[in-house]
DNA sequence: GTGGTCTAGACCACA
DNA sequence: GTGGTCTAGACCACG
């Protein structure tokens, strides 16, 4: 697994290792047993601060998804992506499906982004009581009357 | 237009702020002429503070999107989604129904953000020099090999 | 309120901060909507660096037991200590006696510590699945046969 | 003996492990002339390195209360629990009847062990130069103005 | 060599 | 002036 660290998006650099990691669980890309990067290989890789990396660690030890063993590494705990690797890969073939017009249409990434947070947003309002998510985007989205 | 601020999300506040202004100008919630919310609305209805909030349309003002008038407000000036409406709305259609059935399979909100975030990075290798740049999440994503 | 470091003990300084708050909202000390000192306030009374209190403020924020407001302070959030208050001095009042009486008898601190560790070990082994505590001293303990 | 080290608490386990032999000392468990376990048992009893176990041996012969014999084994040196085992164990049966009391009143170890470091603290500023120091909890407690 | 703790100090976001 | 982020670097605990 690698990382990639935009230091342009205003989102703290640890944030953006967590959220990373996060997605990596979803997606399937990580399981429990895996082991994480070594602090070193993070910072080698992606030129933040060792203790940037420590702390989103730890930060992701908290919340009880990864477990730091001294002297041997950093390992997933509990998984979060629940959802069947196959119903996922119809998913995501048919979004890129989407994804390959919307650009043919002109859309670039942002516009993208904002399609797809206004959904969600309209979209979430209906599926209202299913968050308890953690660190989602539910609760930031635009409303016009 | 009513902003949302998500004080947990990690994002500062007036950008959370700059960016659903962009996201209304690129969804074609907002077009040049109109009116942004005074600063005094956005605090009653957000929450933040009033200097938040004169950052963020400062912000705007700089970029060349908003230009503030003396005693009578902040307008649009120029617009960012040069999309036909009705192909947006056609892709926007299509997603939502996309984005149902994400749902009824099982995925949250940050499920598909993540879903969503990884098949625009693979698709971004592809497009590259495409995007307008911005504060767009270019460039963050993960990668597992 | 006010913390003291014992740089002796070998337990992180951060650790020592986070554990004194809990136990001012177990002992009801502290309660939902109090302020805690600011961080600028521990430095100055302790002497530990403030990245050390943010980290232990931090922590207590993911823990969900208080809340950080830019610019006003960090608050309390939930409480812990679910106990009466008069309930609570009498157990206290009573504790107090035994303690007067071992140190008559001879023991010192390390020796009563000694002994109420071991006494709720054992009594920990009956009262079993009540735990869930968090970073309790649980799961510690002497075991001789 | 039987050693028990808590990876989550914070404290070193090499400490714990000392801890939890001066604990065993000041309850009279362990007397001088007895063996501790030898390195290899507590490496299979608790899962801790081997040099983890010698540390915690070695710091403890440096302090004067055991002695490591060549080819056979750790022996205990001096006592810590000058206290009549009479007394003792009076003072521990009247502690059991006041912690059941306490847990019957809804406090959980956590509670307890926080009342007893606080009427310690309030306690020690009494006795003062009482203690014989070496790694006590005391210097740490809270103090509410 | 692994993760973890702490410090000192610069700079940012927010009220 | 409030909390928060990040860096650089020293040192510790553990395997």
Redesign the interface.
């Given at each position: 697994?690698?990382?990639?660290?935009?230091r342009?998006?205003?989102?703290?650099a640890y944030?953006?290792l967590v959220r990373?990691v996060?997605?990596?669980l979803?997606?399937g890309?990580?399981e429990p047993g895996d082991r994480l990067p070594t602090v070193r290989d993070v910072v080698a890789g992606s030129g933040v601060n060792a203790n940037t990396v420590l702390k989103a660690y730890r930060?992701l030890e908290?919340?009880g998804l990864v477990e730091a063993r001294q002297?041997s590494g950093t390992f997933v705990k509990a998984g979060l992506?629940?959802?069947?690797p196959e119903?996922?890969n119809a998913?995501?073939s048919?979004?890129?499906v989407?994804?390959?017009?919307?650009?043919e249409?002109?859309?670039?990434?942002?516009?993208?982004?904002?399609?797809?947070?206004?959904?969600?947003a309209?979209?979430?309002d209906r599926?209202a009581a299913?968050?308890a998510?953690?660190?989602?985007?539910?609760?930031?989205?635009?409303?016009?009357?």
């Open positions: 697994m690698e990382f990639r660290i935009d342009s998006s205003g989102l703290p944030l953006q990373q996060r997605e990596a979803r997606l890309w990580l930060e908290l919340s002297g992506g629940s959802t069947d119903v996922m998913l995501r048919r979004l890129a989407w994804v390959r017009e919307a650009r249409a002109g859309l670039d990434a942002e516009d993208i982004d904002a399609l797809v947070r206004s959904v969600l309209v979209d979430g599926a299913g968050g998510g953690g660190q989602t985007n539910e609760g930031e989205g635009v409303a016009v009357r």
